[in-house]
């Protein structure tokens, strides 16, 4: 079964508000195996509206609104939508009598104007909001299936549980769209392709989105429309070509944060943990201490930003600093060891580089960053040159030294 | 002018993306009086792609596209453009070197599968991407005005601002609507509202919009459809009033960062910065790093997480830790004080607290944090009963001290 999302506001439309009922909604219907084919926005206006949901159900047969229920003179989805239809809107003894009760519980009457939210058009079923005071509605016909939600999320997510999953539920076939997402880090997006190859037909059809971001290239693997077993088998074997492909690039699936699973990885070995960080200015320790528990393995760090704190706090010495520079393997090297010993670590990560926009050379461009890990005396250092921005630069470091830190950890736990 | 917004990418119907990139778009073109008159969201596939783009075209004369130019097979948007417009894509000589000399840079070669990125529709204006690999494209014809942008949030955000924005306002008429965001912190949404009483009346009309976020409490002025000069002078004089009446709470107003605040003051002043973060780990630092040229003020720090290291590194006493617990005033002054000797700054902020979800007591529940910052040998301390879940505890943590660290400085330069 296919659908159409028309999310209806004119706030949508100046940027003000992110559409996360569109989301959270396509999300909740793909879970029942209804494709949503399109997502579209428009204006508290009759003809954008009439427009975009006649495109919709011409197209797909079925839209899903939300917005424009409520009682203000801008909430006129209804009126258009039984237009459309061409049936007239009734007043429904019975909701106006639900509407009462509500305001009675908080001591208020219903003004006049919320009237109207008791109009229903003809042959509509009434999805009752128990959580607000404009009902959905359900109204199928020769044009096909509308269902009309309010467009506050509270209410609106009310309804899509209780009121609507269930029907369409019982309406679809019983195949799913799932997605599995496989993790990836250090690697380019184009060098990922090239490595994957064309596996969205080699195993069984299914789709590969490669969604790259300063954490690095997550890859999202949908199969479509199929049972939940197959579905699951589907996406099982590709991600294993995956991991089989993209071999150490690959750290994990699904939502996880890799600073959780250097957390893991160092409680089991029973080893604690300390950062030194230049460049990253303290990002990697925040990484690290955002997972909850994390306090049993990781025991803090230094910030060394200024090549001061470097020389007293984590022993670089001074003519290391003037020889190779601050940005360079000796250095990293040095503040990770430094950095284990004062804290008493047996493991630790260090980052310096050059994260800009200033501060660039020929020999040392922006980018130019020396991640270092040291664990039980053996040190790993590796240059990185990360593109992007400031920002960029200095999240895509925390990244890259925390996979250096899971390797090395995860090595180590299966040696 | 109108034009509408068509975001492309199956993960956008799935729901597992919110489309930031379109609300961003839509207040970056409203704030030049652009008007977007939709916004409709399809999959990576020619047919919906085609279909969504003919019909903004035919309804509103320009398109805004983003999405589907990277160099992966799912990358489709250009060529389906291209063919709508009825012109043959032709491979653009510049925009190859562009990227060649892009990935020389890091070091590696461009893969084949990048050629098509360098691909143009016929009579179309390359919108040169130094951000990322994609290219924009701008592409006027019979059907009206396409523009094409990378989906990458950053790439885009550059792209818009630098080229289709000052394009576009070369194109749109007179009236615009413009906001102007106060910033505050350490005061609650519902405090702020009394405030503030009804100040959207009170000048001349004008919505206000309280968004609060672990940063604080943002408020947005909006002043619609105005000529320019108008619309500016009720912003301002409707800032003031909010300054007026919030006090100290307003840190400042715009895009700004009370990070790049804090160092703007202490540079000012010509004094050095260190920070002690325990329940952070690091975040404070990485807020200040963040900001470019910090390196002048900012030395470093110590990430004191484990009490060991507040001990050695620090110089907290023992005795101290065990009398009042790691989470006190007295331990938080004496972890300011600890990092400025021990850095050899000039003002030093500290951070202890409970950020949950376990560890909390009755006498220190979870949000129980403790700041002090010392300047100039005078130390103050504040603590916080901070809500929300551990990261929003820590994020408010960290504003909580850069306010902290803002109000003395600015209070010692204004003395």
Same mark, same amino acid.
């Given at each position: 079964?296919? *659908?159409?999302?028309?999310? *209806?506001?004119?706030?949508?439309?100046?940027?003000?508000?992110?559409?996360?009922?569109?989301?959270? *909604?396509?999300?909740?219907?793909?879970?029942?195996?209804?494709?949503?084919?399109?997502?579209?926005?428009? &204006?508290?206006?009759? !003809?954008?509206?009439?427009?975009?949901?006649?495109?919709?159900?011409?197209?797909?047969?079925?839209?899903?609104?939300?917005?424009?229920?409520?009682?203000?003179?801008?909430?006129?989805?209804?009126?258009?939508?039984?237009?459309?239809?061409?049936?007239? $809107?009734?007043?429904?003894?019975?909701?106006?009598?639900?509407?009462?009760?509500? =305001?009675?519980?908080?001591?208020?009457?219903?003004?006049?104007?919320?009237?109207?939210?008791?109009?229903?058009?003809?042959?509509?079923?009434? #999805?009752?909001?128990?959580?607000?005071?404009? /009902?959905? +509605?359900?109204?199928?016909?020769?044009?096909? +299936?509308?269902?009309? $939600?309010?467009?506050?999320?509270?209410?609106?997510?009310?309804?899509?549980?209780?009121?609507?999953?269930?029907? $369409?539920?019982?309406?679809?076939?019983?195949?799913?769209?799932?997605?599995? +997402?496989?993790?990836? @880090?250090?690697?380019?997006?184009?060098?990922?392709?090239?490595?994957?190859?064309?596996?969205?037909?080699?195993?069984?059809?299914?789709?590969?989105?490669?969604?790259?971001?300063?954490? %690095?290239?997550?890859?999202? #693997?949908?199969?479509?429309?199929?049972?939940? !077993?197959?579905?699951?088998?589907?996406?099982?074997?590709?991600?294993?070509?995956?991991?089989?492909?993209?071999?150490?690039?690959?750290?994990?699936?699904?939502?996880?944060?890799?600073?959780?699973?250097?957390?893991?990885?160092?409680?089991?070995?029973?080893?604690?943990?300390?950062?030194?960080?230049?460049?990253? %200015?303290? +990002?990697? %320790?925040?990484?690290?201490?955002?997972?909850?528990? @994390?306090? !049993?393995? =990781?025991?803090?760090?230094? *910030?060394?930003?200024? !090549?001061?704190?470097?020389?007293?706090?984590?022993?670089? /010495?001074? /003519?290391? #600093?003037?020889?190779?520079?601050?940005?360079?393997?000796?250095?990293?090297?040095?503040?990770?060891?430094?950095?284990?010993?004062? $804290?008493?670590?047996?493991?630790?990560?260090?980052?310096?580089?050059?994260?800009?926009?200033? %501060?660039?050379?020929?020999?040392?461009?922006?980018?130019?960053?020396?991640? &270092?890990?040291?664990?039980?005396?053996?040190?790993?250092?590796?240059?990185?040159?990360? &593109?992007?921005?400031?920002?960029?630069?200095?999240?895509?470091?925390?990244?890259?030294?925390?996979?250096?830190?899971?390797?090395?950890?995860?090595?180590?736990?299966?040696?």
């Amino acid at each position: 079964m296919n *659908i159409e999302l028309v999310t *209806i506001g004119t706030e949508l439309l100046l940027g003000m508000t992110l559409d996360s009922n569109g989301a959270e *909604i396509a999300r909740a219907l793909a879970a029942q195996g209804v494709r949503v084919t399109r997502r579209t926005s428009v &204006a508290d206006r009759p !003809d954008e509206i009439r427009e975009a949901v006649s495109g919709a159900l011409h197209r797909s047969g079925a839209v899903l609104t939300t917005g424009g229920l409520g009682p203000t003179r801008d909430d006129v989805t209804k009126k258009v939508i039984a237009d459309l239809y061409q049936v007239p $809107l009734e007043f429904d003894a019975s909701v106006w009598a639900n509407l009462v009760e509500r =305001f009675a519980r908080l001591e208020r009457k219903p003004p006049e104007s919320n009237r109207s939210q008791a109009e229903v058009p003809r042959g509509g079923l009434v #999805l009752r909001n128990r959580w607000g005071t404009a /009902p959905g +509605l359900w109204l199928e016909g020769q044009l096909g +299936l509308t269902i009309m $939600l309010p467009g506050v999320p509270g209410e609106m997510r009310k309804l899509l549980e209780h009121e609507v999953v269930p029907r $369409l539920r019982a309406r679809a076939s019983g195949a799913v769209i799932r997605s599995l +997402l496989v993790r990836t @880090s250090g690697i380019a997006e184009s060098a990922l392709a090239e490595r994957l190859g064309n596996i969205e037909q080699e195993v069984d059809p299914l789709t590969v989105a490669y969604l790259p971001s300063v954490a %690095g290239v997550d890859l999202r #693997l949908s199969a479509w429309e199929l049972a939940p !077993d197959e579905a699951d088998r589907r996406l099982r074997s590709a991600a294993n070509l995956v991991r089989s492909r993209a071999g150490e690039s690959v750290y994990g699936e699904g939502d996880i944060d890799l600073a959780s699973l250097v957390l893991e990885e160092a409680r089991s070995l029973g080893l604690r943990l300390a950062v030194a960080e230049s460049c990253t %200015g303290g +990002l990697v %320790g925040a990484r690290l201490t955002e997972i909850p528990g @994390s306090s !049993d393995v =990781f025991l803090g760090g230094v *910030i060394g930003y200024d !090549d001061g704190v470097k020389r007293e706090l984590l022993n670089v /010495p001074e /003519p290391l #600093l003037q020889e190779h520079g601050a940005v360079s393997e000796a250095v990293a090297r040095v503040m990770a060891e430094g950095v284990a010993r004062r $804290l008493h670590a047996d493991v630790a990560v260090s980052v310096t580089g050059i994260a800009g926009p200033g %501060g660039g050379s020929d020999a040392k461009p922006v980018g130019t960053i020396w991640i &270092a890990c040291t664990l039980r005396n053996v040190t790993e250092a590796r240059r990185l040159r990360l &593109a992007g921005n400031r920002h960029e630069i200095r999240a895509r470091a925390a990244q890259a030294a925390l996979h250096l830190l899971y390797r090395q950890l995860h090595g180590l736990a299966n040696r």
